[in-house]
């Protein structure tokens, strides 16, 4: 157990040198020394740093911004719910290392390969050796307010959850404190004591917020007046982020174009009828679009506007094995490439399915404010959903993406998407 100090309220790793050895700039300063210093002393001995002609300060400039993006983005995604950081850590820093190399390629800047490799390999055993070390102290620990709707938390391998008897911490130090702040029954006891955590720094959550980062949905009935209007997503990172789909859509066609022919071509020969399935789909703003994506299903066999499950006898043999690997997704490059799509966004639906949503699910308009995508939150957390009890489910995580839009949250989504197409969760 945890004491705090003679004040009697002390928030958990507050103290001076904890918050040096947890902080980001301890993290950077020692791990900067660490995954490019070491490599670099291997290659070029001591006293490098007297000269460092084009090549050297290419190396070194590439090695620290690819640590730096790593660290800045590991620390970003671990405040989403189900990011387990340790599974991002060797995608994050290959894809930042493979960045760097790309830039320093196509400049044609001069760098030396071994300090580059070395760096990475660094870079690697670092953040998995921080990630191990500081599991205990990355997960909070909060104190719970046992009234009003703080019975519906529910604890999580990141987030300890403690129920406190009386108005006191009992000599426990807490990462916060969460009560439901709209509670009518919060005696003036439980109020002072929130007050007193206040002053000392230790924050008081509402339970809604609490509730919203364990489960990474937005409840719909959450959705006062002003907070729905609060929902708009960053109209600085939608342009960032259409300019980011459009290069990323041209860099990857000329790679997915074999890929595409030849599942096409299976497709042409497995059943009658087009490789290509286009349909209208609401889309950004609620403009209708069309959609276009492999066949997947039997052209002469009708049935709902959605798939029955994964054994719906509509679907071909080509048809199942290119939807669990998703590459029946792979068209809407085009979609992205035009502007209707984007890579990461709310799942666009069929027509059909809006205006049956429309009518029977509050808010599900609001998801058209931003770009549908590929793939989206809700795909990776939940898989895919049709039904009208589903489909709330769906939007509350859509809900929970246009909050949080951010790109560090479109990166997360990437990773656990690259796993769904491995592990074949929320295919469909």
């Known amino acids: 157990m945890e004491k705090m100090s003679k004040t009697g309220y002390e928030r958990r790793h507050s103290r001076w040198y904890e918050a040096l050895l947890?902080?980001?700039?301890?993290?950077?300063?020692?791990?900067?020394?660490?995954?490019?210093?070491?490599?670099?002393?291997?290659?070029?001995?001591?006293?490098?740093?007297?000269?460092?002609?084009?090549?050297?300060?290419?190396?070194?400039?590439?090695?620290?911004?690819?640590?730096?993006?790593?660290?800045?983005?590991?620390?970003?995604?671990?405040?989403?719910?189900?990011?387990?950081?340790?599974?991002?850590?060797?995608?994050?820093?290959?894809?930042?290392?493979?960045?760097?190399?790309?830039?320093?390629?196509?400049?044609?800047?001069?760098?030396?390969?071994?300090?580059?490799?070395?760096?990475?390999?660094?870079?690697?055993?670092?953040?998995?050796?921080?990630?191990?070390?500081?599991?205990?102290?990355?997960?909070?620990?909060?104190?719970?307010?046992?009234?009003?709707?703080?019975?519906?938390?529910?604890?999580?391998?990141?987030?300890?959850?403690?129920?406190?008897?009386?108005?006191?911490?009992?000599?426990?130090?807490?990462?916060g404190v969460v009560a439901d702040l709209h509670d009518d029954e919060l005696s003036p006891e439980w109020e002072r004591f929130l007050a007193r955590c206040t002053l000392h720094h230790i924050p008081v959550y509402h339970v809604r917020q609490i509730q919203e980062s364990l489960t990474g949905r937005v409840r719909i009935e959450h959705l006062t007046e002003n907070e729905y209007?609060?929902?708009?997503?960053?109209?600085?990172?939608?342009?960032?982020?259409?300019?980011?789909?459009?290069?990323?859509?041209?860099?990857?066609?000329?790679?997915?174009?074999?890929?595409?022919?030849?599942?096409?071509?299976?497709?042409?020969?497995?059943?009658?009828?087009?490789?290509?399935?286009?349909?209208?789909?609401?889309?950004?703003?609620?403009?209708?679009f069309k959609v276009y994506k492999f066949r997947s299903m039997h052209v002469e066999k009708k049935g709902k506007g959605f798939t029955e499950g994964e054994n719906d006898p509509r679907i071909t043999r080509v048809g199942r094995l290119i939807r669990k690997c998703r590459l029946d997704e792979l068209p809407q490059i085009f979609n992205v490439l035009k502007g209707e799509m984007s890579f990461i966004g709310p799942r666009p639906e069929s027509m059909e399915l809006s205006e049956w949503y429309e009518r029977d699910v509050a808010f599900f308009s609001y998801r058209h404010v931003v770009r549908p995508g590929i793939s989206g939150w809700a795909q990776v957390e939940q898989g895919y959903a049709a039904e009208v009890d589903g489909m709330t489910t769906k939007l509350q995580y859509d809900f929970y993406y246009i909050k949080h839009f951010s790109l560090w949250l479109d990166i997360l989504i990437a990773f656990k998407t690259l796993k769904t197409i491995v592990t074949g969760f929320g295919a469909r």
Not at 43 to 66: E, I
Not at 153 to 172: C, K, Y
Not at 252 to 273: C, E, Q
């Open 22 to 175: 947890l902080g980001w700039p301890f993290q950077l300063l020692v791990g900067v020394l660490i995954t490019v210093g070491m490599p670099s002393l291997e290659r070029w001995g001591w006293g490098f740093w007297d000269y460092l002609p084009p090549v050297r300060s290419n190396t070194l400039l590439a090695c620290m911004l690819a640590f730096i993006g790593v660290l800045w983005t590991l620390r970003r995604m671990h405040r989403f719910p189900g990011a387990r950081v340790s599974a991002f850590i060797a995608p994050t820093v290959s894809s930042a290392y493979l960045l760097v190399v790309a830039v320093l390629f196509f400049t044609r800047e001069e760098y030396t390969r071994q300090v580059l490799f070395g760096s990475f390999l660094m870079s690697l055993g670092w953040f998995y050796l921080a990630f191990f070390m500081g599991r205990r102290y990355r997960r909070m620990k909060l104190a719970i307010v046992p009234i009003g709707r703080v019975d519906e938390l529910r604890p999580t391998p990141d987030i300890e959850l403690r129920s406190l008897p009386q108005p006191d911490l009992a000599g426990v130090r807490y990462d």
């Open 229 to 288: 209007g609060s929902l708009l997503p960053s109209l600085s990172y939608q342009g960032v982020k259409r300019c980011i789909d459009f290069i990323a859509a041209l860099l990857l066609l000329p790679l997915l174009a074999p890929i595409m022919l030849v599942t096409a071509i299976f497709i042409r020969l497995d059943s009658p009828g087009r490789a290509l399935f286009i349909q209208q789909r609401m889309g950004f703003r609620g403009v209708p």
